[in-house]
Structure formats: C-alpha cells, structure tokens
C-alpha cells in the first residue's frame, strides 16, 4: 500500500504543470542567460508602485501583479524567443505572463508581455508567421 501512495505521489508530482513547460535545449549558455537578464530587467525598469502592469484585453482591464520568479524554459516562436513568468494579482489568482524577446545586435529585450494562463487556465495566442 505504501508503495502505491508514493507511487501515485511521484506520478502526481511528475505530471505536474511544471513538467510541462516547453524548453528547448539548443538555446544554452550565455544566450539563455542574456534572454533571461532581459525579462528580468524589463519587469524591474517596468514596474510601478511595485507591481507589474498588463493590460489583459480578455478580461478587459489593467492589472497590478506581484513578480513571483521567472520559469526556466525558453522556446523559439518564429522571430522571437518566448519565456514566462509568474506573478499574482491581488486576489492571489497566478498569471503566466509570456515575453516576447528579440535579439538585436547581440543584445536581448523584450518587446511584449502577454497573459498566457490564469489559475491554469490557457489563452491561445499565436506569433509565429
């Protein structure tokens, strides 16, 4: 019995969203720590009264979101890299917030946010060509 339970844990905790995220591996090194620099300077310098702002145009308003950490995985979608972060609004609801970041010249910046998940929930976008 005991090894069904942690079984069925480590099933649970394998399967978990986390698990899921998209990565590539071929974006490595100083290219995967420069694009990740990038949306952590952007929520910083972008940031006022302490929260991060984005206006959800679903939901039809502007939302003031605590920074909570940026996930690891990076994927390519046609022009731009695409890397998220989580954050919460002040009802403790979680947004996956998903960078759009270019690189020009050797230099990594991110050119727009976009809500991808609330509480899990998934948003459909598309920007490749």
């Known amino acids: 019995m005991k090894k069904a339970v942690l079984l069925g844990l480590?099933?649970?905790v394998g399967l978990s969203a986390n698990a899921f995220a998209a990565d590539?591996?071929?974006?490595?090194g100083q290219q995967?720590?420069?694009?990740?620099?990038?949306?952590?300077?952007?929520?910083?310098?972008t940031k006022y009264k302490d929260a991060y702002l984005i206006f959800d145009a679903v939901a039809g308003?502007?939302?003031?979101l605590k920074?909570?950490?940026?996930?690891?995985?990076?994927?390519?979608k046609g022009e731009f890299f695409v890397s998220c972060a989580d954050f919460?609004?002040?009802?403790?609801?979680?947004y996956d917030i998903d960078f759009l970041v270019v690189?020009?010249?050797?230099?990594?910046?991110?050119?727009?946010a976009l809500v991808h998940k609330i509480d899990g929930d998934k948003r459909k976008y598309h920007v490749e060509n």
């Open 10 to 12: 480590a099933v649970a």
């Open 24 to 28: 590539d591996p071929s974006i490595e």
């Open 32 to 45: 995967r720590a420069d694009i990740k620099a990038s949306m952590a300077a952007h929520i910083e310098t």
């Open 61 to 64: 308003g502007l939302k003031r």
């Open 67 to 76: 920074f909570d950490h940026v996930h690891d995985g990076i994927v390519r």
């Open 88 to 94: 919460y609004d002040g009802d403790k609801r979680l």
């Open 103 to 112: 690189e020009e010249d050797g230099k990594y910046r991110v050119v727009q």
